[in-house]
């Protein structure tokens, strides 16, 4: 694993492209804002139906520069086999102490993959046991500050969603790295920047459709961010879900228009 390095935001998922997908737009408004950003991949992915391991190291590798990511890390568990127990949750703690995050980013809770499922309990409890004085670990306790969960596809409420407008772009070029993945997208940066959209996209035999029948990860992301979007004023924005209530001081400075 790279050396550690002190984050300012944490985003922890179970394969390499789940966090270019559902938080990539919010990780890179946090690099452009100065943070330091990092990501955490608890597998190399390699049970994935296309690609190699050797394929998805380098693609992540790609997609974290693309992103501007400060540090990238893998946890090397085996895909499709990532297990609720404790020896991992102490792999994850010491991340989280290594890399002293104040915001962790966590797959939301209801999830169809279990690898996904696990990485939200994972997470939450490394969180917590990162804080514990006599836990086996190294260095000095510390919890992150405040954990919020990207919304993938099953969860319909949300707390806030994110203007990821401007990063939109950038988002797609992110996941475009993953080329073993969802196939060659040259043309992505060229048809956004065109004001194209995604019109004829459809027609590239290279894409993979690999979610739903006959849908691209492109259509589907540029399907969800632009109606995450309409709900809140913006041309594409990204959901996200806490498990607290969020506190307003001045509701005079609430974005978003009642009527």
């Given at each position: 694993m790279a050396k550690a390095t002190k984050l300012d935001v944490l985003a922890?998922?179970?394969?390499?492209?789940?966090?270019?997908?559902?938080?990539?737009?919010?990780m890179i408004k946090m690099a452009r804002?100065?943070?330091?950003?990092?990501?955490?991949?608890?597998?190399?992915?390699?049970?994935?139906?296309?690609?190699?391991?050797?394929d998805r190291e380098a693609e992540a590798a790609e997609a974290g520069r693309i992103m501007q990511l400060a540090w990238r890390g893998n946890?090397?568990?085996?895909?499709?086999a990532v297990e609720y127990?404790?020896?991992?949750?102490?792999?994850?703690?010491?991340?989280?102490?290594?890399?002293?995050?104040?915001l962790v980013i966590l797959p939301h809770w209801k999830q169809r993959h279990p690898d996904h499922l696990a990485c939200s309990q994972l997470g939450y409890d490394a969180c917590f046991l990162s804080g514990?004085?006599?836990?086996?670990?190294?260095?000095?306790?510390?919890?992150?500050?405040?954990?919020i969960y990207a919304?993938?596809?099953?969860?319909?409420?949300?707390?806030?969603?994110?203007?990821?407008?401007?990063?939109?772009?950038?988002?797609i070029e992110a996941v475009a790295a993953y080329k073993s993945q969802f196939g060659e997208r040259d043309n992505?940066?060229?048809?956004?920047?065109a004001g194209a959209e995604f019109v004829g996209l459809e027609r590239n035999s290279d894409v993979h459709n690999i979610f739903h029948p006959g849908v691209?990860?492109?259509?589907?992301?540029?399907?969800?961010?632009?109606?995450?979007?309409?709900?809140?004023?913006?041309?594409?924005?990204?959901?996200?879900?806490?498990?607290?209530?969020?506190?307003?001081?001045?509701?005079?400075?609430?974005?978003?228009q009642s009527i």
């Open positions: 922890v998922a179970a394969h390499p492209d789940d966090i270019e997908i559902t938080c990539g737009g919010l804002m100065g943070r330091k950003t990092g990501a955490l991949d608890l597998t190399r992915g390699e049970m994935g139906t296309h690609g190699s391991k050797s946890l090397d568990l085996p895909d499709s127990v404790q020896v991992n949750k102490l792999k994850l703690a010491q991340v989280i102490r290594d890399t002293r995050p104040e514990l004085k006599k836990a086996d670990l190294q260095g000095d306790p510390y919890r992150p500050r405040k954990i919304s993938y596809m099953r969860n319909l409420e949300y707390s806030f969603l994110v203007n990821i407008t401007d990063e939109f772009s950038q988002k992505i940066k060229e048809a956004l920047t691209n990860i492109y259509d589907l992301m540029h399907i969800r961010n632009r109606q995450m979007g309409q709900l809140v004023d913006c041309k594409y924005a990204e959901a996200y879900t806490v498990k607290e209530q969020i506190r307003i001081d001045d509701p005079m400075l609430m974005p978003v």
